[in-house]
């Protein structure tokens, strides 16, 4: 379809003129200078305001903590990805009743049984952002895209002090246009819908419920 | 269907109380949030300012960041594909489609892909095409079109759901709770994700710099249909994309906000490639396919191009008295309310839609809640001319509105110029007005040049005497 290309980009390079381009103002989107304790509130309140959990295991074992959570909620297994620090912690410190499942092949090769009996994926985030509530969750060969999507429970766990106030921060202040995954996500809260008579519902399509577990910056 | 008649379509609409009343319990519930999540002025025109700037510049360079764009797509691992008309677009995907024997698919909202009528074409195929997006799969199992851009079925209430489910789905018993019914739908979509050959998807924003595709959304389904499958199709605008990457909290934050009053949907999910070697699930092949459809003829009027600045959050249709009262299905083509009224007529034509931009009484409401400033009031009144433009200057070369002219009536016409005549004659105005003034009551009820007029409103009573004679008996100086 190269004559499709040409003749559209054709008709428009016809009528564009050599106008010059208006200057772009960031400032409504820029940092707010809140104070970790205020980024921390708004997060938390952000985002359980869309039934997001906490956990807040700062200053605490956080892996006994979140194995007393998945135990009292009855939570079968825990998948998670072993080649990721994260992974590399939970393989090491684990020791609780509550099965560590490791997302360790590609997904084509147990589809079936992911979908069908996943309990709980657990992942990393690369910190948060305060204005909007939303976890930060950089995919890659170590860290699956799926694992945060298809178990109806998601884990996530967030250093406290890699918190931003906005966006707009996060993204240049983590260089985001040097280097794109090939799936960068933001999340922020369990999956939800609103289809019928804006009615909010929970757990449509993703995970139905979303723990935050918060943690000390390394 | 979309109906083919708007003034056709509006009568039926109009005359339905449940209609209505679910489209007003609808609006007024997204007006009310939209003003809360906007209330601090300053903030609001300094983030819409900056919203408009950034897709005015996007426009502005739109041939150099479609070139990017493929360029860095392309360098990404996705194949981006160009199709000039829906019929191209459509067989681009089947020609991918057949490539992988791709039989099943699952599709996130895309409202593109409506305008292409894409399930339709692979339909036709024996392709499986499900809607996995609540909204859409509901309208889907009835048959319908969206009725809203971000809220497809908002026309319809938990009762007519409920039985829609009841009948529809396998094993499903009735039931109108919300969370049971979404339940029901999460069982049946789960299993199609699992199994689909292709995922299909919109695009929110492209961005030229990183080569990257951003879809927002709440639910869930359109990352199942961008990851699970080993195969995804992107399909596009021509208009959506912007230079760079930091231009994407901006807009993204105008349009939840102004769509559904959330300040971040639950995902914002951002593509920019395929799998790579290493990586254990997303799809294997990536490809985007970039539609004009008649955008780059929008584009060449630089008026008119600012149609495209549109980033697609419906706050024109939750604000517009026209709208809340007829619905989304009594509009032609697949954008109802302003963005409809300005966007389908120059789309599909005036010959079709050039009623479309009279469905307005220019309250200005969709100009004030636009996040982007599009002057759609104004674009609807020069969309007006543009339907009655004379023939002599309606070609159809590029910069005119396809189908200018077709809407021109002589009698309209005719009765144009006599007004302007009689405004600009003093003795020819006086005389007529006499002439009503004195003789007018023995018109008709109905008049044959004014019915759209009269078959709704009473014919005017016409004063005894003229203002001029009146001001003359008063002795009002300089009349």
Redesign the interface.
Known sequence: ?NS??N???G???????K?A?????????APRGWSAEQRLDRMRR?MEA?HTEFLDSRGEDWLGQLQGWLARENIPGLIYAPATPLGRRLSTGWSGSVPLIA?D????EW??DF?GQAAAGITGTRGGIA????LIVW???DE???LS??PPVHVAVLEVNRLYD???QA??EQK??AG????????????????????L?Y?????KRLLVVLVDGE | MPAADFRAAAGPALADPQLRANFRRAMDGLMSKRAAVFADRDEWTALRSLGATIRARSLLQLPDLLERLEAKLTENGVKVHWAETIEQGNAIFKQILSGHDARRLVKGKSMVSEEMGLNHALEAEGIEVVEADLGEYIIQLDHEKPSHIIMPAIHKNKQQIARLFSQKIKDAAYTEDVDHLTGLARRVLRQKFAEADAGVSGVNVAVAETGTLVLVENEGNGRMCTTIPKLHIAVMGLEKVVERLEEVPPVLSLLTRSATAQPITTYVNMISGPRRPGEKDGPQELHLVILDNGRSRVFADPQLRNTLRCIRCGACMNHCPVYTRVGGHAYPGVYPGPIGKILTPQILGMETAGDLPHASSLCNACVEVCPVEIPIASLLVRLRSEAIRPRRQADSGPGVVRGAGSQRDAAETWTWRGWALAYRVPLLYRLTSFLLSRFGWALPQRLPLLKEWTTVRSRPQFAPQTLHELARREKVSNE
């Open positions: 379809m499709a290309r003749s559209i980009l008709r428009l390079r016809t009528a564009s003129g106008e381009l208006p200057a772009e103002n960031f400032a409504v989107v952000m869309v997302y092949r590609a997904m084509a589809k079936e979908f204005e909007t509530g939303s995919t890659d060969a699956p895209r799926s999507l298809v906005t966006f707009w993204m240049r985001w246009a794109m995954p090939t799936n960068l996500l933001l999340i922020s809260g369990p999956s939800k819908t609103a289809d019928i008579e804006q009615t519902a757990g449509v399509h993703g995970p």
